[in-house]
Each structure stands twice: as C-alpha cells, then as structure tokens.
C-alpha cells in the first residue's frame, strides 16, 4: 500500500515536472504565465482587465509575429521587471521549497498513516468481541437494516 | 450617537475581561456562582455590542460625515441598500462584525450548549472571553470605527464601486460570520481539555455550530467566486489571491474536521487528531482575517503601519502556543478506545480523505506565504501565480475525489476484497463507460479526463446510495419510490444530507473542469457593424451607446448575439464611472445556459467609435453555481434536527449511522 502510494504521487510528481510541449505559442499562453505590472492583486496579464494587460498582450502577439518564442518574451519581461513578473515561481535553488515542500509533506504525512494503520490494525482490539465484520453494505445487510429501521420508527 | 457607539464598544471590553476573570475564578476556586456571572456578562457582551453595531449602521443611514468611518465608505448618494452594507465594507466596522457575530454566537452557546458539559463549563466560557475580550481590544484600541474627524467632511468619498453589487453585500459577512462561529467548537474543545472531560460531548455541543459556520463560509466563498466572475469582469472565478486563499485555508481543514469527528462519535478514536484540526481551522480564521486586513501580503510596509498586525500576529501566536501546549500535557489522557479492525476499510479512507485535505491546505498555505518568505530569505521578489496552484492543486482534487467516491463503498470496519470487489465492480464499470463516451466526445486532456471520470464515479456511487435505500424502503414499507425516498433522506439527515454535499461537490468540479480547460477567448478591436466570432457565437457590435445615470455615467456597447447564425438576444457590456473613484467600473454581458456561457466584456474603444472587445466562451460555468447550491442545500439537510428516536432495545448497529458530518 504505502510503495504504491509512492509509486502514484512520483508520477504525479514527474507529470508535474514535465514543462508544456514546445508548440508555437499563443498569447494566451504566454500571458498566462505573467503577473500583469498593473498593480492588481495577482492578476494574469491574460485575464486582467486593466489598460496595462491590454497593451502587454499586443506587444506579446506582435513579438510572436516576429518569430521570438514563448521563453524568449518571458526572459525579457524578466529582464524588464524582474522575477516577480512571471506567474510560475522559479524551480531552482531556494524557489525548489514551493514546489517540492508540499508534496514532500503528502508523501511522509502518507507513509506515516499507512505505518499508523497497519499498526494499529495489528494491535488487538481492548476487550471487544467482533461480530462477524465485513458484511458490507450488501442488499440483505442492508434489507435487513430497513426492516429494522422500519419497525421501530415507522408512524 | 457615534460616542455612544464608542461607550458601548468600551462596556463591551470591561464585560469580556470580567467573563473572562470572573470563569476563570470560578473555575479556580469552584466557585459556580462566579462561572454563572461569566456567562451573564457574555450575554451582556452580545447586547452592548448589537445596540454598538446600531449605533454605528445610524451613523451610516444619516450620513453622519463627522465619522472617519462613515466619509470614508459612503456618500449622500450612495443607495440606501449599499448604504447599510458599508459596515462590513471597512476594515474598523468588519472587525465589528466579526465581534458581532462573535458575541452573539458565544451567547447563544453558553445559554444553550453548555448542559452536560459539567467541569469544562468555566473553561468554555473563559475561552470565549478570551477571544471576545481579544476582539473587543482591536476595537476600542486599534481600530475604532466610531473615530471623529477634525473637521466634520462635507462629502463622504463613497463605497468603491466594485462593492456595489448585492453579490458583494453578502459575501464578506458570510465569511467572516463562518470564521467568527468557528470559535465555538474551539472553545469547546479547549474547556474540554482543560477540564480533563474529553469524551465526545465536546463536539455532539457543537455540532450545529460547526456546521452552521461550514455553511456559512461555504456559501461566502461561493458567493466571493460568483462576483468576481460577474462583476470583476475577467472571465474567471478563482484567481488564487491571497484573501482567496486565506478563506479556503479553515475551509479544507473545517471539511476534514467534519469527516474525522464521526470517527470519534462511532470508535472513540482520532481524539488528539480532532483537537488538532479544530484548533487549526480557529487560528486559520484568524489568520484569514490578519491576512484581509493586515495587508501583510501586499507589502511588509503596510504590516507595521498599523497596530492591527502585531496585536493578530501575537493572538495567533498566543492561542496557538496555550492550545497546542494544553493538547501536549493532555495526550496522555485521549489514548484511543479502540483499535482499527483493518487497514482496507471506511475508517482508514476517512484518515486519507483528511491526509489529502490537509495537505492541500498546506499546500496553498505554502504558496501565500512564499512570496514573503522567499524575499526575506533570498532577497528577491518572486511571484507565486494561479498556474503554481493549478498545477499543485489538481493532484489533490483527484485524490479527493476518488476518495469521495470509494469511501462510501468500503465497509465499516472491516472490507474484505470480495465485498469489496462487489461494491466497486458496477460503479467502476459504469465509470469506465461514461469515461469512454466523454473521450468519444472529444474530452482529450489527460488531467481534464481524469478529474470528470472522478466526478462521475462520485455521482455514481453517490446516486447508487439513494436509489439501493429507497428501493428497500418501499419494499419493505410498500410505499411509493418517492415517499421512501423522502423518508429514507429524513430518518437520516446526517448521511443522505452528506451524499447531497458530496453530489454538489461534484457537480462543482464538472463546471471547474470545464470552465478552466475549455474556455474560449478571442479579442478584437471591432468597427460598428463589425462582428466578433468565438466558436460557433457570432457577436455583431452596433454601436457605442453613453448614458447618464443616477450616481454614475456610463458606456454601454449594444451588441447582438448569434449563435450559427441564428439571434440568440441583445448583450450590453458597459464601463460606468463614478464621481468618487479613479477607475471606471467594468460590467460584463453573460448570456448562461448549462452547456456555456458567452462572457463579453467591454475593455474601452477608440476614437472613431470602435470598441475593443473581449468575447469568452466557458463551458459549464453554471454547474459551478447549481453544484455550490446544492452543497448548500445537503448542508441545511444535515443541520436539520434528526427525528426523535424512542428509546429502543435492540441497539442499532453501528453501519446504520455512518457518514457524513
């Protein structure tokens, strides 16, 4: 259970890994990748409403025109306003954190439940006596339950 | 008026410190009378701070321009409606009504949730002193929304305008009363603690509470995401923004605390796991409220400008230490009661659920505060944007669906691989199915695919619940299907009303699927009599057309919407500018139907009278809402008082009360 958990989330992780295909972009996908400089909270150069993205995104479409790539208007936003302009943080040195604290933490939260489980699963129960577990929720169970149900509350 | 206001603010601090003193005391020297006087002052505290809020919502309706506050969010034009909303607007009258509500709430409780809590009593109370007395402190010190200007202002500056929209009037009170009622469960659980009682009446007392303050900021969240869709005006719902994320922290922590507890109430287990998620999800809805209004985010500037931060930061600081400090000395005392049968069963699907839930909190928690933590370290701005967590997000979501999906299907207890194999084998099949036809259909994008098929594994399963019950009920009883399944849903509200929530959530992941993988924008500067193509919507733009209205001027675009070629109504986008504000407010056309929804949106136009235009198709956008309604709705089922049972001798078996909250 717990390598298979593992297996799933470093493909999940790898999936994530993996930067989009190199087709000729849009400038819908590279705006998306851009904080606009308008000062609104956040927003994508490609969704802001502001005059500022606007204008962004036609510099963008006559750049593409021109034949530069996706990477190569982002490295010049870049250039123009530093880091901070790109939506997706950077992957390299400090700036891995973001993207590897939190799966880090599912991972090691998860193989510590699956140890948990299993332990706990192994440890005798305190003096209880099961009736005969595992009757599911099968359709006699859970007639069975109705009929109950039925007798004691039904008006 | 206003002073009186200020006065009663002042009542309110001397009542919380004598609750919290006089409970403590009490508690101390067992002293019921003392604890009794505690809870009075509480009462007291709820009514000196509801005659404050009228106070200060008389100060808006007269326009009393003398208040810092009132000039501040209002106008003499400003419509009665909005005019009364002004006072969550602020930041001085939100932190009043958080205190409101928070008042009022702990009122209610201490009257009426406090039988059989015994020994925790004192400790409940002084804990919602604490906090109200917390509250009432930011007020009466730091942020005093009855504050005189010098010279009384002539005009007030007016609400901004995006907050003019009713969608806007509801939701910061929605949210913020959903973070102020989670201080009740909190102070339950820390009485609890305190007192050594730590059996499940802590959280059978709070139930409701909980779940009213769920609902509170489901319906906050949900009402926040529909206005800025319709009135922000950028073609999305979601921007992943920090006040956004503040408010889906407690949320997920909340959700898995409604999930954990049952395992409580049935096992007498996750008892120190419980304590856990409450206490986090209240230093959550604080935090929510430091981060709206401390403006920590924007910049570390505007942090130490204002008092406000540090006295949250060190609240935050304060309740976090003593709660999990209690919870360390306590651990002895909250050893389970049982033990796991098996590690395939309902029980270990509940801890995953809550395992993912958790982590996702994380997870945004990690992007909302990077920004800050990566300049401190590094020195360098960075942005942390929606494709960060759209991508780290997604993961989760399907595991969180799937699981919403399985858990109903493994057993209690104990799943052996053949009812195991017997439960999944239909729902797996129908799943596959319907996963083909959507791939048939052109749903081609791996992620999108995985997360629809997820969905509809949920409403299966989900849909299999309702129809096996009603099936055997009107066997048994020889009623009608609809009559069983009426009965079946109010004999017991608390695990249909689950599936209903878990139907929504579904039903709300279809829209998000469909709304972020398959939205069509084209923009284009278009003459008039031009038109505009998105798809297979054609728009015919006739003409700028400026009006002059009651408060504001505005620019409408009249435009004609045609769908292959066929009329399909008018659009009128529009950019209205206000008196009392810079920017003009931007208001979309959206023409819904459950397939899509054309979006257009009037970004300004030229000189010649040409208008530039941004024309979107998204998919699917009203299951958000319909999906979000219904989540609301299964909510309001499971709140619903359960019926009263007899008292029986065959002790039901523990399979007939399982699931949901």
Redesign the interface.
């Given at each position: 259970?717990r390598r298979r958990m593992a297996v799933v989330?470093s493909c999940?992780l790898a999936a994530?890994a993996v930067p989009a295909a190199a087709s000729p972009a849009t400038v819908?996908e590279v705006a998306?990748?851009l904080?606009c400089p308008c000062g609104c909270?956040?927003?994508?150069v490609?969704?802001?409403?502001c005059?500022t993205a606007?204008q962004i995104?036609s510099e963008i479409d006559s750049k593409l025109a021109a034949g530069m790539t996706a990477e190569q208007i982002w490295d010049e936003f870049v250039r123009r306003y530093?880091?901070?302009?790109?939506?997706?943080?950077?992957a390299d040195?400090?700036?891995l954190?973001?993207?590897i604290?939190?799966?880090l933490?599912?991972l090691t939260?998860?193989w510590m439940?699956?140890r948990i489980?299993?332990r706990?699963?192994a440890?005798?129960?305190?003096g209880?006596s099961?009736p005969e577990?595992?009757?599911?929720?099968?359709?006699g169970?859970?007639?069975r339950?109705?009929?109950?149900?039925?007798r004691?509350?039904?008006r | 008026m206003p002073d009186l206001g200020f006065y009663l603010l002042l009542i309110g601090f001397l009542l919380a410190a004598h609750a919290l003193a006089a409970s403590l005391l009490g508690g101390w020297r067992r002293r019921p009378e003392l604890v009794a006087s505690g809870k009075r002052a509480l009462v007291a505290l709820a009514v000196a701070l509801a005659l404050s809020s009228a106070a200060l919502v008389s100060a808006l309706v007269t326009r009393d321009f003398s208040v810092a506050y009132v000039a501040r969010h209002t106008d003499s034009h400003l419509p009665m409606f909005y005019t009364v909303s002004a006072f969550w607007a602020g930041q001085e009258g939100s932190l009043l009504f958080w205190a409101l509500v928070l008042a009022v709430a702990s009122a209610l409780a201490v009257r009426f949730n406090l039988r059989g809590l015994g020994p925790a009593t004192p400790y409940v109370v002084a804990t919602l002193a604490g906090v109200n007395l917390f509250f009432a402190v930011l007020l009466v010190f730091a942020a005093n929304p009855f504050e005189r200007l010098l010279v009384t202002a002539a005009e007030g500056s007016g609400l901004n305008p995006l907050l003019r929209n009713p969608g806007m009037v509801f939701h910061p009170p929605l949210v913020l009363a959903g973070y102020a009622t989670f201080a009740i469960p909190f102070a339950f659980a820390i009485g609890s603690m305190a007192s050594r009682r730590l059996d499940t009446s802590w959280i059978r007392a709070t139930r409701r509470w909980t779940l009213s303050a769920w609902f509170s900021l489901t319906a906050g969240i949900l009402l926040g995401a529909e206005w800025a869709y319709k009135v922000?005006?950028?073609?999305?719902y979601w921007?992943?923004?920090?006040?956004e994320n503040a408010s889906l922290l407690p949320w997920l922590t909340a959700t898995a605390y409604l999930h954990s507890v049952m395992i409580q109430e049935k096992k007498g287990m996750l008892k120190i796991w419980n304590l856990v998620l409450i206490i986090l999800t209240f230093e959550l809805a604080v935090f929510g409220t430091f981060l709206t209004r401390s403006g920590i985010l924007?910049s570390v500037h505007s942090f130490s400008g204002s008092s406000l931060g540090p006295m949250f930061f060190g609240f935050l600081l304060a309740t976090a230490a003593l709660s999990f400090g209690l919870l360390w000395r306590r651990r002895t005392l909250l050893r389970?009661?049982?033990?796991?049968?098996?590690?395939l069963s309902r029980e270990?699907s509940f801890?995953?659920n809550n395992?993912?839930l958790?982590?996702l909190a994380?997870?945004v928690l990690?992007?909302t505060m990077?920004p800050l933590i990566?300049e401190y370290?590094?020195g360098?701005?960075?942005?942390?944007?929606?494709?960060?967590y759209n991508?780290?997000a997604a993961?989760?979501g399907l595991a969180l669906l799937a699981l919403t999906g399985i858990c109903?299907?493994?057993?209690w207890?104990?799943?052996?691989w053949r009812?195991?194999r017997?439960?999944f084998l239909w729902p797996l099949a129908a799943t596959a199915a319907g996963t083909g036809l959507l791939y048939a259909a052109g749903v081609g994008r791996p992620l999108a695919l995985g997360l629809l098929a997820a969905c509809l594994f949920v409403l299966i399963v989900t849909g299999l619940e309702f129809a096996?019950?009603a099936r055997?009920?009107s066997?048994?009883?020889g009623e009608p299907l609809p009559t069983a399944l009426r009965k079946l849903i109010a004999?017991n509200p608390r695990r249909y009303g689950g599936f209903v929530i878990h139907a929504g959530t579904a039903l709300l992941f279809v829209g998000v699927v469909g709304s972020s993988f398959y939205q069509t924008?084209v923009?284009g500067v278009v003459a008039p009599g031009g038109s505009l193509q998105a798809g297979k919507y054609t728009v015919v733009f006739q003409g700028l057309e400026p009006a002059r209205e009651a408060s504001r001027e505005s620019v409408y675009a009249n435009l004609e919407l045609r769908e292959n070629g066929a009329f399909r109504g008018v659009l009128r986008p529009a950019k209205h500018y206000y008196p009392t504000s810079d920017q003009p407010a931007?208001s979309v056309a959206i023409r819904t139907s459950p397939v899509e929804d054309v979006y257009v949106?009037l970004?300004?136009w030229e000189r010649n009278g040409a208008a530039?235009l941004r024309v979107m198709v998204n998919p699917l956008t009203l299951w958000i809402w319909a999906g979000g309604g219904l989540m609301l709705l299964g909510t309001l089922v499971v709140i619903w008082p359960e019926?009263k049972?007899?008292p029986?001798a065959?002790e039901?078996?523990e399979?007939?009360v399982c699931d949901a909250a």
């Open positions: 259970m989330l999940l994530l819908e998306s990748n904080i909270d956040n927003m994508l490609s969704s802001c409403v005059g606007t995104r530093g880091r901070e302009a790109l939506a997706t943080p950077p040195g400090f700036h954190t973001v993207w604290l939190p799966f933490a599912a939260a998860g439940l699956a489980l299993r706990w699963a440890a005798p129960a305190p209880e099961s577990p595992g009757t599911g929720i099968e359709d169970e859970l007639l339950r109705m009929q109950e149900e039925l004691q509350f039904q | 922000l005006g950028w073609g999305g921007a992943w923004d920090p006040v924007s389970s009661e049982n033990r796991l049968e098996a590690v270990s801890l995953f395992l993912v958790v982590a994380f997870a990690t992007g990077f990566s370290v590094t360098e701005k960075i942005s942390v944007g929606p494709p960060y991508k780290v993961p989760f109903p299907l493994i057993s207890r104990k799943a052996t009812n195991f017997n439960n096996r019950g055997a009920r066997r048994m009883a004999k924008t923009d931007t949106i970004q300004g530039r019926p049972r007899a029986v065959v039901v078996p399979e007939v």
